[in-house]
């Protein structure tokens, strides 16, 4: 499996993006697919995760309201519109399958992540 993280950078507080991950190696329309995020000195936690059917997300507290996760079956693709950013969601975000489950990755591969800075 592979996951290619793209789109990260840095924002000032109250700003806006979008990062992208493109998927492969798995039957990508199958899976659900999530977001995490490594902030330096802390382990990685669980963002946002999206269902194939029904489409439900699911968002961590911090994120709520803030962040939307998305996908595109086509593409193999899946997204995390961040808007509202503050200087604690400074991390590097990780996609990832999802395990429903287990409510934990589907695999130990990860990919290399991008980071997002939000700073002034």
């Known amino acids: 499996v592979q996951f290619v993280e793209s789109g990260g950078g840095l924002v000032q507080p109250g700003g806006s993006l979008k990062v992208s991950c493109a998927a492969s190696?798995?039957?990508?329309?199958?899976?659900?697919m999530s977001w995490y995020r490594q902030a330096p000195g802390k382990e990685r936690e669980l963002v946002a995760y999206?269902?194939?059917?029904?489409?439900?997300?699911y968002y961590a507290d911090p994120v709520k309201g803030r962040f939307t996760i998305a996908r595109d079956n086509d593409k193999n693709t899946v997204y995390l519109q961040m808007t509202s950013l503050k200087p604690e969601d400074t991390a590097v975000y990780y996609c990832?399958?999802?395990?429903?489950?287990?409510?934990?990755?589907?695999?130990?591969?990860w990919g290399q992540g991008t980071k997002v800075t939000v700073s002034s």
């Open positions: 990832m399958a999802f395990s429903v489950v287990q409510r934990g990755p589907a695999y130990d591969s």
């Open positions: 190696g798995f039957t990508f329309k199958s899976a659900a």
């Open positions: 999206i269902n194939v059917l029904p489409i439900r997300q």
